[in-house]
């Protein structure tokens, strides 16, 4: 172990003369003796310190450490050392010590590429144990590292860059726990400001991140946390929707967390979040999403309620009709959305029937009735039974008994 290796008894006044040594000789040139030797001499000191609580002497040995890192001196397994004062620092719960160890570690990350990962891990580490003891400022310290860090990373880091935006999650998850809405509000304002210097392939990497926050979010009741989240989650989505693949996944994440939550908080607050999540998802967010909220809307608010969360979808619906929108300039994919689309509120509409336990295909003609009410123009008019035509043929394919027990209605369509 290496605390046990190198840790030594040291008279205070002899570790100050010490400490004062070592920095004369790496300020004098940067090959005063062997780096493996003065290294393990900073870090015997500086546990000795952390045991002794000697801040003066501690501070003046990470002030040490930067400048030894900054002239790279580090062995090949340097994170480990590292590691343990760290550790060890924020295990006597000093944090202004720890503060500036992460420093230190800022370089290492630098100077060791093949061990950022490790590097990213122990940082997560180090964030975790601080949240838990009200230490938000060793949080955003990290969070700001990573952040000057990201846009340098190159394409064969993946597993860095995951590692970092994991670290980042954790740290907000553990304020929003915390419920510290205000620190929470800097954290989405920081990310928000820098997530625009990201590479296109570093974006994806954030989706799980926002699907967490949102979920603890919702869960801690927290409006200012979630407005805060969705502030952020604007600039992103901007981002995110050039960004090929998972798009359907990461906003049905998003509006599948959103409508396990309703009927169980405040319905105005959860029906505006939903129809905003929807809204941001535009053409991207897919049937089994679109069902899943649609579904949870229903079975919480009832299904006149819960078309006001929708009504954004039905416009864009009609946009897609009236070819106003083709998704990523294909044909295809205009039709695509609106086979999807038709098939998805059928399936609500069956999902209200069996609640209510009348007609779905009543249910379906009071919502074009709601539609066509929302409506001015006789063209929007007749794009809307259009739709709630094709939504009609898409219920018909899957309940073709039904349909023909239900012919004086359908025949209304």
């Not at 004062?20 to 005063?32: F, I, P």
């Not at 809405?181 to 990310?191: A, G």
């Not at 995110?240 to 908080?265: E, P, Q």
Request: include cysteine.
């Amino acid at each position: 172990m290496i605390q046990r290796r190198l840790y030594k008894d040291y008279d205070a006044a002899k570790a100050a003369a010490k400490v004062k040594t070592l920095g004369e000789r790496l300020l004098a040139d940067g090959q005063a003796g062997s780096s493996a030797k003065m290294l393990d001499e900073l870090y015997s000191i500086a546990l000795f310190a952390i045991k002794e609580e000697n801040t003066v002497i501690l501070l003046q040995v990470a002030e040490l450490f930067k400048l030894a890192y900054g002239q790279k001196y580090n062995r090949p397994d340097e994170e480990e050392y590292w590691r343990e004062v760290l550790l060890a620092a924020l295990g006597k719960k000093n944090f202004q010590a720890a503060e500036y160890f992460l420093e230190g570690g800022k370089l290492l990350f630098k100077n060791m590429p093949e061990k950022r990962a490790a590097l990213a891990g122990i940082f997560k580490m180090a964030g975790v144990l601080s949240m838990d003891e009200g230490k938000l400022f060793i949080g955003a310290r990290i969070i700001n590292i990573f952040l000057a860090w990201l846009p340098k990373l190159s394409q064969e880091e993946g597993p860095v860059i995951t590692a970092v935006v994991e670290c980042i999650e954790n740290i907000g998850t553990a304020t929003i726990k915390a419920g510290d809405e205000e620190f929470f509000r800097e954290i989405c304002t920081l990310l928000a400001k820098n997530v625009g210097e990201l590479e296109e392939r570093q974006v994806c990497c954030w989706d799980n991140l926002f699907i967490s926050w949102l979920r603890f979010a919702l869960k801690t009741g927290s409006i200012e946390n979630t407005a805060n989240l969705m502030n952020f989650l604007s600039v992103y989505s901007a981002l995110r929707r050039g960004v090929s693949g998972g798009k359907d996944v990461f906003y049905a994440g998003l509006i599948d967390v959103t409508g396990r939550f309703l009927g169980k908080a405040g319905d105005i607050y959860l029906k505006d979040l939903l129809n905003k999540l929807v809204t941001l998802a535009g053409p991207f967010v897919g049937r089994p999403a679109l069902e899943a909220a649609f579904k949870a809307a229903v079975s919480s608010i009832g299904w006149r309620r819960a078309l006001a969360i929708f009504e954004n979808w039905f416009v864009l619906s009609l946009r897609f009709l009236a070819r106003e929108y083709v998704m990523d300039g294909r044909e295809g994919c205009r039709q695509d959305f609106l086979a999807a689309s038709g098939r998805a509120f059928a399936e609500a509409a069956g999902f209200a029937a069996i609640i209510d336990k009348v007609s779905a295909l009543s249910i379906l003609l009071s919502w074009r009735e709601w539609l066509l009410g929302k409506t001015r123009s006789q063209r929007a008019k007749n794009r809307a039974n259009r739709l709630f035509a094709m939504i009609v043929a898409a219920w018909q394919n899957r309940h073709p008994l039904q349909a023909e027990k239900e012919k004086d209605l359908l025949a209304q369509f």
